[in-house]
């Protein structure tokens, strides 16, 4: 194999193994009410979203320089506590909460309807 043929392996491997980044779309009851109002808004909260959800670099798109550096660095600790957060299991913890919540609200809520 010559250097030519070796580049070019290497560079299909690289792009094989990326994986394709998926676009967060935030989506709420009359959210496209919102939307028509403020869209500038929502293309910076689903770009912040994206960015977030693929683990990217944080680029927020503000007009005003120290606000962007303020808003990144923001971003960024936030990251870091959920990441800390995750390591030390209290989100899937949380997340087990809800659960049992949301099953005993439907036990709740099918005693209620039988009673009905």
Sequence with gaps: MNDEEIKNEETTTQESTETPKEKVKIEFPYSEVVREKAPKVFDVAENVATQWKNDEKFEVGLSNPYAEVAAVK???KAKEVEKKLEEKGVISMAKMG?????????SILSKFNKKS
């Design 74 to 76: 923001a971003l960024e």
């Design 98 to 106: 809800v659960q049992i919540a949301q099953l005993q609200v439907q």
